[in-house]
Nanobody, 117 residues
């Protein structure tokens, strides 16, 4: 059974870069046809797709966040990483790591990120 675990700072100051890591266990991130992504949910709002990475290493980003988003992988650690630059309070949200053959087969428990000075 594939399990995902997010980690990162709970508090980030405005204008800084948010870095999150998703540790994947029970399966390889390079598994054929598997895709991995980050989804977030701001307080009181719905889910928002941030971006993802294909098993072939092709990356995808939400057009509204693309200029600030970088998604990468570390195959030696079986991890997916998200970097979101120049954060503002509007980036405050619970961030989820998801993945699988259909992008959202597996979910992490989510990690709260608050952007505040």
């Amino acid at each position: 059974q594939v399990q995902l675990q997010e980690s990162g700072p709970g508090l980030v100051k405005p204008s800084q870069t948010l870095s999150l890591t998703c540790n994947v266990s029970g399966g390889l991130i390079t598994t054929n046809f598997y895709k991995w992504a980050w989804i977030r949910q701001p307080p009181g709002k719905g889910l928002e797709w941030v971006g993802g990475i294909h098993y072939s290493e092709t990356t995808y980003s939400n057009p509204s966040l693309e200029s600030r988003t970088s998604i990468s992988r570390d195959t030696s650690k079986n991890q997916i990483t998200l970097q979101l630059r120049s954060v503002t309070p509007e980036d405050t949200a619970v961030y989820y790591c998801v993945g699988g053959n259909n992008w959202h087969d597996y979910w992490g428990q989510g990690t709260q990120v608050t952007v505040s000075s």
